[in-house]
């Protein structure tokens, strides 16, 4: 027992040399970082979509001009209610005949809602109004050169307005397209029945002119009756011809969606069959497809028109550039990035992530960690840089901003999170990037 109660002092006492030793700082070390060359950006991500210059939502109340942004404020006017001629019922999604990618060409039924189609026809007048016998305007001149392109009408009748022949003509249009034209009495029958009681009308007073004539013989041209009846017949017959005037095929509103060029892009479909369209159903789009987002405007400050933008969704093949950058609500900005490649709205629909690029070196760097960068207590900074095995090199630095770098004989160093840069002569060659914690 006391053998071992005299060990454990034994290693409780040390000398005062040991003491003094065991306090001394350790041998200093050399502690290096390795560097990595690669090309350092400034660069942030923003969600993007597919428009167009012209995109055009479909729904239940035909067609809604957005112009290109990329908000879905539109949609609500889209989306209020189905409207067939005078009356609002909720629209039920019956046929879907375009798929994401499709080009639509005028002619054709781009959606069907409660069994009504929405055809497209050519012009860059938006449908705002039913289109009825007697209406006229440029509106229905446009109607007119749509129908003529379609072969229903004859240039002849393009005169701007809706008569008989503009109303046969839409009547054959949805004839060829398996439906039928709508009326101006709402297929009640209104119309036939008046059409047949006018021109019956017309037949009684030209059989009342005929009558007065034989009674009176030659020298009927001056008598009361043959006068009076032949008055009654112009009123007839001016009776019949506004009949025939206000009565016929409708084109309404919600059935018809006009585009420029006669053609546009499905850029994307939300409906689905049997399901109530509460907004745009289909969205088309007219003109050069360009991908569209905001971000606060701070983070885009330093964004230029021109400057590369990475969107991973096309590829390496994809060269794509900020082409323009406007005001958007709330502060925001809106960024619009065009590619050098045609935009499939089938691969990018949703939601598409574009990386663009506010500054960048251009050509690899040397990149070492931040604490490698050191200050002394005049201000200056420096980096320290070590040769071969055992040679360091410390390196003064000051301050510069990005477009301030050079290349050749100068070194850089950046603190990118910081938003400030340093440079200095590289004793060694070469460059050297400091960045936190390492490069983008």
Known sequence: MSGTAGIATGLLLKSPADLAASAEAPTPSLITADVDE????????????????????????????????SDKESDDDAGAGATSGSGSTTAVVTKVPVSVGDTVSAGAVVLELSGRPIIALKGDIPSYRDLAPGASGPDVTQLQQALVAQGLLSDSAVDGTYGSATSAA???????????????DGGSGEDAKALRNARAAVRQAQ?????????????????????T????????QADL??????????????????????????????????????QAVVSLG???????????????????????????????????????LDAADSGRTQVTVGCDTDLDPAALAGTVTARLIRESTGTSVLCVPIGAVSERADGTTTVITLTGTDTLTRVDLTRATFGDMTSGSWFFVGVVRLGWWLWGTNPVGGRVMVCEPVCS
Request: net charge negative.
């Open 38 to 69: 690669r090309v350092l950006v400034d660069s942030f991500e923003i969600d993007t979509e597919l428009v167009s210059e012209q995109t055009i939502s479909v729904g239940p109340n035909g067609q809604a001009q957005q112009g290109g942004d």
């Open 170 to 184: 839409v009547s054959q249009l949805y004839s060829y397209l398996g439906y039928t034209a709508a009326s101006t």
């Open 207 to 227: 059989d009342a002119v005929t009558a007065a004539e034989q009674e009176e013989g030659p020298t009927s041209a001056d008598s009361t009756s043959l006068t």
């Open 229 to 236: 009846a032949r008055a009654e017949l112009a009123d007839a």
């Open 241 to 278: 011809a506004d009949t025939e005037a206000r009565i016929g095929v409708v084109l309404p509103r919600s059935e018809v969606v006009f585009v420029p060029e006669g053609s546009a892009t499905v850029l994307s479909v939300s409906g689905q069959v049997g399901r109530e369209a509460q």
């Open 286 to 324: 007219s003109g050069d497809l360009v991908l569209r987002g905001k971000t606060v405007a701070g983070q885009a400050a330093e964004l230029r028109v021109g400057a590369t933008a990475n969107v991973d969704a096309l590829g390496d093949g994809a060269a794509c550039s900020v082409t323009a």
